[in-house]
């Protein structure tokens, strides 16, 4: 007989479910870390800053979420083990992973300095890996299936100028995902990521400006040349990006790894 398939609301329930979200103070991060916890998820936020990810971590408690800031940088190990660690004493091993943390400097290639390029891909792409892998190896020991969600970007497919750091990791991730879902299967850990297009956030509005003031033309212009580019007539919202995320991690999307999910509207069909 057929397994009796999971009920529609059981799909998206993460109750008691370990989530840590990197990069979470703010943008798709904060985004993703509110679905979570909205599907019932505890939510650990990683991040740099302080004042950011304190004030996320307070808004969401005041929601209700179970919800705690652990502060470290993703490109140091020593951060990493300790963040996981402290995570773990809390509410028990991570079961939910999503690698969101990175930084988009728009720097010409002749321009770009050893090391402007090793922050970048040390940031964008190793700290993806030390997380994966820190996280991975405790659901492992621990015999837990899990989740990982790497953020990547339509620019790892489609690069800009002055970008070619960010899109080198960015193609990393996408590489990255696929062999950590290899590696990974068995263990019952699906790995998947996400490429974003362009999304209203403060980052993407800084890069916006960056974008603008490169070309001698205003933000209102550059929004407007791509918009112009999008199907779907509009830029995205970090919540379009959150709401894949949750599918990715649940249930829902048990049968999914090592893929890659577009969110763009449609821009690279343009």
Known sequence: MPDQPMPLPSMFDLTERVCLVSGGAKGIGLAIASRLAEAGGQIAILD?????????????????????????DVSKPADVARVVERVEKLWGPVDILVNNAGIYPIIPTLACDETQWARVID????????????AAG????????????????????????????????????????????????RFGIRVNSISPGGIETP????????????????????????????????????????????FLVSPAAA??????????GGYVLS
């Open 48 to 72: 740099l800053d302080d004042t950011g990810g304190e004030q996320a971590a307070s808004d969401l408690g005041a929601a209700g979420a179970s919800v705690q800031f652990v502060q470290g």
């Open 123 to 134: 940031v964008n792409l190793k700290g993806v890996f030390l997380l994966a892998r820190a």
């Open 138 to 185: 405790r659901m492992v020991e621990t015999g837990r299936a899990g989740a990982i969600v790497n953020i990547a970007s339509i620019n790892a497919f489609r690069p800009l100028p002055g970008l070619a750091a960010y899109s080198s990791a960015k193609a990393g991730i996408a590489m990255l995902t696929r062999s950590l879902a290899l590696e990974f299967g």
């Open 203 to 246: 980052g993407g509005r800084d890069a916006n400006r960056a974008v603008a003031d490169a070309f001698g033309i205003t933000s209102e212009q550059v929004t407007a040349g791509y918009v112009s580019r999008v199907p779907l007539g509009r830029m995205g919202r970090a919540d379009d990006v959150a709401l894949v995320a949750l």
């Open 255 to 264: 049968y999914l790894t090592g893929t890659d999910v577009v969110v763009d």
